[in-house]
């Protein structure tokens, strides 16, 4: 059995290494690049093809993939909004992706830059930073004195709202598919409106699925407490940028923390040092004491790796001997 990978990166070859140890008879290949339709021919001859990117898996470079003998496609990640479907479908492809990796480390992450919008430690590092010690006008807000909406209560909403339990903060929550245990704690409202109405903080942990593309817009903010604190560690599309600059501009979003951005493609995880951002949108949120830019970094732990390493290629390793893994993608 013989199974190829894409977009291996550096952080990923120790989990591969290990896989590999565990599993002897299986021989694998992989290469830096990305799946594109002219690198699919890299996948010659293999079983299945093991992937992780954010270009579109698009009917060409399904085809592609396809007319090499190969389609069995495990993804290294959760999100499957970049996959053509109707082609994956038509050609016969078998699709899985890791919907559980790590949601302890996206969890952590957004709390993480709640805490630090809250405490102001962005104007406060750049003050020490210039070895001005003096206290005001950096003063900070305590986790435990907010109201925080969680949208999205799947693994990570979860997680997040364990941590602010821990915290000692009110939280409330929404989702079109109520948990059991949390609606028996009477922690669902029963709209996003009343979460925008009562939340002085909104963390969104929901899929970037169409249905929810830019759910946080200019109507939604509108109905928003003023000086509300707005974190996304989830998908860029759930936000319409936009609007959350024009927010931030306003005073209506008093802090704001992304890890993930709609245009992030050919942005996110390449180095700009002294040179310009393509967008001048990113430079400019970047600039701001009350705004915190990370790059798609909320899954980046060593264990969530070593998981996504493992379990896709564990799902490769099924499909090419006919079986249907667990995370399988149903389509």
Not at 48 to 61: C, H, I
Request: proline share 4%; glycine share 6%.
């Amino acid at each position: 059995m013989k199974i190829f990978a894409y977009g291996i990166r550096d952080d990923e070859k120790p989990a591969l290494e290990d896989w590999e140890k565990k599993n002897p008879d299986v021989t694998v290949g992989y290469t830096q690049e990305l799946l594109t339709p002219e690198t699919a021919q890299l996948a010659k001859g293999s079983d299945s093809a093991v992937v992780y990117q954010q270009l579109d898996y698009t009917k060409e470079t399904l085809t592609a993939l396809a007319e090499v003998g190969v389609k069995n496609l495990s993804l290294r990640n959760v999100g499957t909004d970049n996959i053509d479907f109707d082609a994956a479908k038509e050609l016969g492809f078998n699709v899985s992706n890791v919907p559980v990796y790590s949601p302890n480390a996206i969890a952590e992450h957004s709390m993480i830059q709640l805490s630090r919008l809250l405490r102001r430690t962005k104007p406060m590092d750049a003050k020490v930073a210039k070895h001005d010690l003096r206290w005001a006008p950096t003063i900070g807000r305590e986790m435990r004195m907010q109201t925080v909406g969680v949208i999205g209560t799947g693994n990570i909403g979860r997680k997040a709202i364990n941590i602010l339990k821990g915290f000692g903060a009110k939280v409330i929550a929404y989702d079109k598919f109520p948990n059991k245990e949390l609606q028996e704690e009477g922690l669902y409202v029963d709209s996003l409106d009343d979460l925008y109405a009562q939340a002085d903080v909104i963390s969104l942990y929901v899929p970037g699925v169409p249905e929810n593309h830019h759910l946080i817009n200019k109507d939604s903010i509108a109905k928003m407490k003023d000086g509300v604190v707005l974190v996304n560690v989830s998908r860029g599309n759930l936000m319409d940028i936009d609007a959350i600059i024009d927010g931030l501009n306003s005073g209506k979003v008093s802090d704001f923390a992304m890890d993930v951005y709609e245009e992030e493609v050919g942005l996110f995880n390449e180095d700009w040092s002294g040179k310009e951002f393509p967008d001048p949108k990113i430079a400019d949120l970047i600039a701001r004491d009350n705004v915190l830019v990370t790059p798609h970094i909320a899954f980046y732990t060593t264990k969530a790796v070593d998981e996504m390493v493992h379990q896709s290629f564990d799902a490769a390793v099924a499909f090419a001997k006919g079986e249907t893994p667990a995370i399988a993608v149903k389509f």
